[in-house]
């Protein structure tokens, strides 16, 4: 089942395989409250704290073959998030587009810049060595970050440039990424009273 457009910028998706069941369902004109339960306790830390610094209201439902290891909710989570969030946006008339962000969390900098450019693509750089294999709250492999922003800027059709500015708690590096998308996702996606149709010279995104 795709996602479907329910009004306005709310979109809703349920995806059901062998190794997971997900259930999202998100509204871009929201004021940043969530409905967050996946399993992976750290990994609804993060998707709260993305609803609140984006203004999107969400709703996740998530449950899966943990007992096997916490990767496939946790990926499947962020396709449909993706997939949810590139349905809500619609032929994407009158955003601003651009959005940027860099946020700190105590010693850890995180800096991200978003393209809401109908082109997927990714670059994230700049964790210590050793992040990706550090095991957050007992659960959540460092190297499931990078993840969880590749299956999003996929489905949604998103370009997104993270970068680790500075950090040394594994924690804080991972929450100041997710806080640092979520704050340029947010000034990506509103109105700009400014332009009229879509914002780019092609005339579609």
Do not use: N, W
């Amino acid at each position: 089942m795709g996602a479907e457009l329910i009004t306005g910028r709310s979109a809703r998706m349920e995806r059901v395989t062998s190794e997971s069941s997900v259930t999202v369902r998100l509204d871009l004109d929201g004021t940043g409250a969530s409905s967050i339960s996946t399993s992976v306790p750290f990994f609804d830390h993060m998707l709260t704290a993305l609803s609140k610094h984006a203004l999107i209201d969400l709703e996740v439902e998530a449950s899966g073959d943990t007992h096997i290891d916490v990767h496939h909710t946790v990926e499947d989570t962020a396709i449909v998030l993706g997939e949810v969030l590139r349905t809500a946006l619609g032929d994407k008339a009158g955003i601003r587009r651009f959005g940027e962000a860099a946020v700190p969390l105590d010693e850890a900098l995180a800096h991200a810049v978003v393209d809401v450019s109908g082109r997927p693509y990714l670059v994230h750089g700049g964790e210590p060595e050793g992040q990706q294999y550090h095991l957050i709250g007992g659960h959540f492999t460092g190297s499931m970050t990078r993840h969880v922003f590749e299956a999003i800027t996929l489905h949604a059709g998103i370009c997104l440039h993270m970068r680790v500015l500075a950090g040394r708690d594994p924690h804080h590096i991972v929450e100041a990424q997710f806080k640092a998308f979520a704050r340029a996702l947010r000034a990506a996606v509103e109105d700009d009273p400014r332009v009229s149709g879509v914002p780019s010279t092609k005339g579609a995104l």
